[in-house]
């Protein structure tokens, strides 16, 4: 297939493109600047590779038309966040026999009422992220069911790996959390501790997308969770990365508006947006109509992912914490 990867050197695409380009597809990757992808692979040179600066051509009503001059078999877009994006690529791709594959976020769903959360839970988004990932999944998934352009949503958790920061026990991006857990040091987490994360490599995403470019027949019309086998909670989280550096928990269990004060406004308001939602989903559906088996746990992704972070002196961990987080034993049934 010729495959056109919107946003193809984020966290996705640099695992999705490399792979599709030895499963012998002709892939055209399209990014906003030329910055490489986060981890070098030799099968880049046999990319096509375009700059292009989607925000400026959907102002200017450009992009639909650029993307159907590539005349792609597929296009997987990893970087579409409003209605009014998609139907431009929508309008554009009519027609021509292109199938699209949207990037969409498990915060279509908003709280829930029963977890595991599945595919048919209420939509109850609220944020403008997860509305605007809504409107776009109801605009493509209305498209398909009138006979148009053949779309499929993937939607993933708290995508996580080596490259970039990973959402941390407390619910944020705070990396003097890591370093407390690694001293030994007290970490407070907000109420209880008993609120949810679900984390997904990003590996085992560029896979699912892999699996439905695949398996189209079963994909199309559809969406699917992309997630780890398991949610994490909070405290449990930050029990099993304490242990990775060989320490026991030291945990305060705080109010909100003491964790709120303790964590400081922008801390805390990222926390409140992870916990707000406390996301445990299933993925029944894409295992059974996609064979989607992802291949990290929540708790292997973050290691990897804080592995990366030390050996970049990124939280402030000492150098034998690196050692400690590559030797470290997952727990049984978890890869």
């Known amino acids: 297939m010729r495959i056109a990867v919107v946003g193809a050197t984020g966290h996705i695409g640099s695992y999705l493109v490399p792979s599709l380009v030895r499963a012998g597809h002709e892939v055209v990757a399209l990014s906003r600047g030329t910055r490489d992808p986060y981890h070098p692979d030799p099968a880049w040179d046999r990319v096509e590779r375009l700059v292009v600066d989607r925000d400026a051509e959907d102002r200017e009503g450009t992009f639909g038309a650029r993307m159907?001059?590539?005349?792609?078999?597929?296009?997987?877009?990893?970087?579409?966040?409003?209605?009014?994006?998609?139907?431009?690529?929508?309008?554009?791709?009519?027609?021509?026999?292109?199938?699209?594959?949207?990037c969409g976020t498990i915060w279509v769903h908003g709280p829930a009422t029963e977890v595991p959360v599945h595919e048919d839970g209420a939509r109850d988004a609220f944020g403008d992220y997860g509305t605007g990932k809504a409107a776009v999944e109801r605009l493509l998934l209305d498209e398909t069911r009138r006979g148009g352009l053949r779309s499929t949503v993937l939607h993933p958790g708290?995508?996580?790996?080596?490259?970039?920061?990973?959402?941390?026990?407390?619910?944020?991006?705070?990396?003097?959390?890591?370093?407390?857990?690694?001293?030994?040091?007290?970490?407070?987490?907000?109420?209880?501790?008993?609120?949810?994360?679900?984390?997904?490599?990003?590996?085992?995403?560029?896979?699912?997308?892999?699996?439905?470019l695949e398996h189209f027949d079963r994909a199309v019309g559809e969406s699917f969770h992309v997630v780890s086998e398991a949610a994490l909670t909070l405290r449990g989280y930050a029990e099993a990365a304490a242990a990775w550096f060989g320490r026991e928990p030291r945990l305060?269990?705080?109010?909100?508006?003491?964790?709120?004060?303790?964590?400081?406004?922008?801390?805390?308001?990222?926390?409140?947006?992870?916990?707000?939602?406390s996301p445990s989903m299933s993925i029944e559906k894409a295992r059974s109509r996609l064979g989607y088996r992802p291949a990290y746990s929540s708790l292997r992704a973050t290691r990897e992912a804080v592995r990366w972070l030390a050996a970049h002196g990124r939280p402030g961990l000492e150098p034998d914490a690196i050692s400690a987080l590559g030797t470290f034993d997952t727990t049984p049934g978890h890869r």
């Open 252 to 277: 305060a269990f705080l109010p909100w508006d003491e964790f709120e004060a303790s964590a400081g406004a922008e801390h805390a308001t990222a926390t409140w947006e992870h916990i707000s939602r």
């Open 158 to 212: 708290h995508i996580s790996g080596p490259g970039w920061d990973v959402i941390n026990p407390a619910g944020n991006l705070d990396p003097q959390v890591w370093r407390r857990l690694a001293s030994g040091e007290e970490v407070a987490l907000p109420h209880f501790g008993l609120e949810t994360l679900h984390h997904v490599h990003a590996a085992d995403v560029a896979r699912a997308f892999e699996l439905a």
């Open 68 to 102: 159907a001059d590539l005349r792609a078999d597929a296009v997987v877009d990893l970087v579409c966040f409003t209605p009014d994006s998609a139907q431009q690529l929508v309008d554009a791709l009519r027609g021509t026999g292109t199938e699209l594959l949207h």
